[in-house]
């Protein structure tokens, strides 16, 4: 019953007053229980396939920053995510009642994106832990589009807030992700913060060990991407195996009804195919092609595809390829292909840290045009989509792989979602280039049950995600005692392609030993996925003395000789094209934090052995599909 005193209130107020009260009353109250009822909507967070062919609002440049080594702005002593962190990008009151925390972006020095913080800054060369970006960016409302802040890769885990709402996170710092910040956004001056955590993690993927500079930050383009109320966000095109004589997939678009047409234009092939997507927005299609130019690194064939659904369109280039193992050949559009390739780390030639411009992918293809390359295993995780699209119009194969590198914690089920999810993000970005022939679950692992199982699924999985490309993955060299090297792993006979990393001459033996060592391999197409010895560039001396120019020209030597006896072979990549940092190389004078198996020194000077594996490559001296 109301109180004596609320009535009288009551009555005092003017009718239409209190009607007014009422309906706002009600409103709120509706208000609060449509926010109890529905779960807060998270922003549509995806990866936007064909991405750097929207057209978009770059956000690169400089970002201010903010160096917090506890955490304790991102995380709570919990360690959930602090919302009330430097997110909120306030600022300091200097007069009156304090508010917030002590920090402030305006008066912040600036970071370089995209880039790794650890090549900017000599105070952040050896830091790993949490930093904030933060910039400002003006932005004008767009009528029925949508926009998603899309993040090319953030090392490790990445946190992000627009316009002080959270938006989205990310773990794994190789892919990309798309966050939707439509609702957040609004016209005019806006702004974003991201913290990224390049904290190492036993349970993380790489684990806490990596023979690789573990470089933090925001290291691949940042932009905004205005797409239609619906969408495409992934699509499928591919030559139809074994026949090569059409095209296949399908088109995948967002928030679109069933029924929806799809239509994929290719001029110059005299393609023009309907479909319809189905009620989850999927539309298939397979279309007769009977005449068209096939990719291949003598003919790097791209095609302009134009892919219109709803109000969206967007346009692609790409080869058509037809790539899978017959026995113990890996054919390409039918006939054998023998790799001729090299490993190469995202660390840029020159200047080093995080590969993340034109210029840095354009020098490392000039070298491996140099080496007459036609193939690379970018090592040991995604690397900047430029690799890609450059190989595409080079002609250069490649071995992409996750960074499941040596051990992890294989026998957590959250650390399997995680291998998951970024084997699927790697597959999702690539599908559509040509010049990826070979999906890699992982990079020398340790050989018991528990990891052959981890790896085996993750092998069904990507079959799964993508029928159209072998799986391999780089086994440990098999050690057992004798001449007689016999590769037991049994995850080999999940693999489409085995790759086998061996060092004898390097890690074991002397060079000169390997020509009595032999190897008994699955009767499966068998790459070289690394080979390998140190030298320091201009370090000089006689072939048995470690770290000169001459002990690693003589270990490549006889290696080939060596693995030119095993039938199997397909392909070849020495470790490595260029000499990278590494956190586990401490010699002074002849290392100096770098891994030194390069055939090229950091600066650009080409050992020895680099003309060695030139000629070769050159001449086929060793390797022939046939
Ligand atoms: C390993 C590993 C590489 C490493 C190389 C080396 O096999 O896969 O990541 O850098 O050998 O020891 O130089």
Redesign the pocket.
Known sequence: MLSEGVTMVLYSIKPRVLIKLCLTGSAVLLGCLCVVMSPAQQPLKTLLVDVDNRPATSLDGNWHYLVDMTGRSLYTPTGEVNDKGYGLNEHPVLVGERKGQEYDFATAPTLRVPGDWNTQDPTLFRYEGVLWYQRDFDYQIKPDMRTFLHIGAANYRSYVWVNQKKICEHEGGFTPYDCEVTAALHSGSNFVVIAVDSTRLVDGIPGLI???YNYGGLTRDVSLVDVPKAFVDDFDIHLKSKTMDGLAGYVHVVDAPEGTPVTIRIPEAGLDVSAKTDAGGRADFEVAAKNLTLWSPENPKLYKVWIEAAQDSLTDDIGFRDIRVEGTDILLNGKPVFLRGVNAHAEAPYRTGRVDSDKDVAAIFGFLKDLNANFVRL??YPQDPRMERTADRDGVMIWSEIPI??HISYDKPSVYAKADAMLHEMIRRDRDKASVILWSVA??TPDNSTRTEFLKNLVVEAHKFDATRPVTA?LLQPNNPGEIKILTDPLAQALDVVGM?E?VGW?SYTPDQAENIKFQVPQKPIIVS?F?A?AKAGNHGPKDQRWTEEFQLDFYRHNFVMLSKIPQIRGFAP??LMDFR?PTRNIPLLQDGY?R?GLISEDGKKKQAFFFIQKIYKDHTYGNAD
């Open positions: 990596t023979d690789w090592c040991h590198w040596q990079n020398e780089a990393n060092y890690y690394e390998g140190e470790w490595v590494s891994n198996k």
